[in-house]
């Protein structure tokens, strides 16, 4: 029962923190591109790498904390079922383009960030 309060915890704060992400991109950049989405997902899995790599490295957490951060925070933080969303909105509109770019961005970008955040602690940390 302690796991799953802990992932519903996480999942609070990384949905809040992926809506407040998403609508501060929507005021910053506009509504044309999904860049809120795209931004979230590069940015989730930089810090899982990050995460991952702490744990692999220096830090022990309990069961509970690690499922808070892992599947509560940023399971809930990175949003794959809305980039296919996104995705087949902008193949609806006709903007074979911008969903391709959208598509290829999203996967390059969120494992090379996932990559740099391990890459990072490794360096920091050993």
Same mark, same amino acid.
Not at 8 to 36: D, E, H, K, N
């Given at each position: ?36 989405? =795209? $931004? ?5 899995? &930089? %810090?899982?790498?990050?995460? /991952?790599?702490? #744990?692999?490295?220096?830090? !022990? ?28 909105? =902008? $193949? ?5 383009? &911008? %969903?391709?770019?959208?598509? /290829?961005?999203? #996967?390059?970008?969120?494992? !090379? ?14």
């Amino acid at each position: 029962m302690s796991m799953i309060l802990a992932i519903a915890a996480g999942g609070a704060i990384g949905s809040g923190g992926r809506y407040l992400t998403v609508v501060g991109v929507i005021y910053w950049l506009g509504q044309g591109f999904p860049y809120g989405t =795209l $931004i979230v997902n590069v940015v989730g899995s &930089f %810090a899982l790498g990050t995460l /991952i790599e702490t #744990v692999a490295i220096i830090w !022990t957490p309990s069961d509970d904390l690690r499922a808070f951060f892992v599947v509560g925070v940023l399971g809930s933080y990175t949003t794959f079922s809305t980039f296919s969303l996104d995705t087949m909105s =902008l $193949i609806d509109q006709g903007e074979f383009l &911008f %969903a391709g770019l959208y598509i /290829i961005a999203s #996967v390059v970008l969120s494992i !090379t960030a996932l990559f740099c955040g391990m890459a990072i602690c490794r360096h920091l940390l050993v």
